[in-house]
């Protein structure tokens, strides 16, 4: 569900370029090659563009956990840059995965979460875009591969979280929803992500949500039909559909 406090991005706005800010999720690109493959068999006579913009470990917190391999980026580090090069009429941003840096719930940890979010939306207001802020994705304990760690153990990484990290994002993201960071529009995908990965376990109890951090295939496939349905009033029936959908419709026009 979109908590929105403007109008939504729909064919009235079909001009629109949406900018997509992130970490590894959003660097993938899979939720935004679904979504757009969809909007162009279906919605041909738009003109909307999607721009994927994620960069890999980014954080808007500029924390960093002291045993990642190098400084996770920043996006304040880039964001001038990149809402200039790409003159968006309205960005997408989603972070949090990373700026709790794997550890346990910190007040500290979690201010910076807030001053970085709330600089990041400033700054793309005052470059005269709208903002849409997405929560981030829950984080899957029984898929990580890594070790998990107590809230006792002397460090943790992404390599080796904490075992309940998934409580710290739930934080992160009901700040988000409960309209603490000003924004023109706050999409939940925690909710129905959670909703997905309890479904598809209670199918088959063996089923791992990607690595534990990133979504797999379908978990994609859900944050596009989410980003479908809250910002383009669109509701697709089935997203792996779209490739097929896109060709049999060139082979129609032809």
């Not at 800010?21 to 162009?40: F, K, M, N, V």
Request: charged share 25%.
């Amino acid at each position: 569900m979109l908590h929105l406090f403007t109008d939504k991005v729909t064919k009235d706005s079909a001009d629109s370029q949406i900018l997509f800010l992130g970490d590894s999720i959003t660097a993938d690109g899979l939720y935004i090659r679904l979504t757009r493959e969809w909007l162009q068999v279906h919605r041909p006579d738009w003109t909307v563009e999607l721009v994927p913009c994620g960069v890999p470990s980014e954080t808007a917190s500029g924390l960093s956990e002291a045993t990642h391999p190098f400084p996770r980026p920043c996006v304040h580090n880039r964001l001038s840059r990149e809402l200039k090069e790409a003159s968006p009429s309205v960005v997408a941003a989603c972070y949090g995965m990373n700026d709790g840096i794997y550890h346990p719930f910190s007040e500290e940890r979690f201010a910076a979460y807030q001053a970085g979010m709330l600089r990041l939306s400033t700054q793309i207001r005052e470059a005269g875009a709208k903002v849409v802020l997405m929560t981030p994705p829950p984080f899957d304990a029984p898929s990580m591969n890594g070790t998990l760690q107590p809230a006792e153990a002397d460090d943790f990484s992404y390599l080796a979280p904490y075992r309940d990290y998934d409580h710290v994002l739930e934080r992160y993201a009901d700040w988000l929803l409960s309209g603490g960071c000003p924004a023109d529009g706050v999409i939940d995908l925690r909710t129905p992500l959670l909703e997905h990965i309890r479904h598809e376990r209670s199918v088959n109890a063996s089923y791992r949500y990607g690595d534990g951090i990133h979504p797999d295939v379908s978990g994609h496939r859900i944050i596009a039909r989410i980003l479908l349905r809250d910002l383009f009033h669109a509701e697709p029936d089935n997203l792996s559909d779209a490739e097929d959908s896109r060709e049999a419709a060139r082979e129609n026009a032809d």
